[in-house]
Each structure stands twice: as C-alpha cells, then as structure tokens.
C-alpha cells in the first residue's frame, strides 16, 4: 500500500516562499501520477497541480501558475511543490495524493486513490 507523507508547511508572509515536499513509499514510485490539493477553511479541496513523469506532462490551477513549481527527484521518492509570491488567498492544508492511473493529467480529486495527512500553509498580510 502506497503511504504519502507531506512536509514543510508553515507561516509565512505575503511573498514569501514555502518548499512542500510529499514523500512517497510503499509502492514503485515511477507508477504514481502525484497531485496537490489544498483546502481553505470552510471551501472545498481544490486541486492545485500535479505531475504525470510517465508522460512528462504538468498542470497548473490557474490561480498559480506562474508562481508555483512543482518537480520530482527519483532518487528520493520525492514530488516538491515550490510556492512563490504566497499571497494570503493561498492558505490552507495542503494534501498530496497519487494514482496509478497513468491517463490522469490533472489534479481532479476524485481520480486520486491514495493521499497524505496534509500540511497547514498559512500566508499572513
């Protein structure tokens, strides 16, 4: 059974930086497709981005592309989410989920089967 640990959450203001990392065990980690969500209290999980390395293929939610990186490194079984120019909007518990289904491209929660514990994110102004 594939486990899902994310790290590295925290307070930080306006434009700043926080790094996610979702560390991935458990399974083959060439056959996950990995996701971010988030979740702002009393709103829904929203997806954030995900990356299908079968593929090569990213996705990015509108809302932060062009400030948000997400990557792989293989060698640590590891998917990070690098969050740029945070803006308050932009708190929340962050979630990182996987599937095995190489046909999914983007961060839509329903097609994930397996998700971390979440890491709170907290942006002040």
């Known amino acids: 059974e594939v486990q899902l640990v994310e790290s590295g959450g925290g307070l930080v203001q306006a434009g700043g930086s926080l790094r996610l990392s979702c560390a991935v065990s458990?399974?083959?980690?060439?056959?996950?497709?990995i996701g971010w969500f988030r979740q702002a209290p009393g709103k829904e999980r929203e997806g954030v981005s995900c990356i299908n390395k079968g593929e090569g293929r990213i996705f990015y939610a509108n809302s932060v592309k062009g400030r948000f990186t997400i990557s792989s490194d293989n060698a640590k079984n590891t998917v990070y989410l690098q969050m740029n120019s945070l803006k308050p909007e932009d708190t929340g518990v962050y979630y990182c989920a996987a599937t095995r289904d190489s046909r999914t491209y983007y961060p839509i929660e329903v097609l994930y089967d397996h998700w971390g514990q979440g890491t709170q994110v907290t942006v002040s102004s």
């Open positions: 458990g399974g083959t980690f060439d056959d996950y497709v």
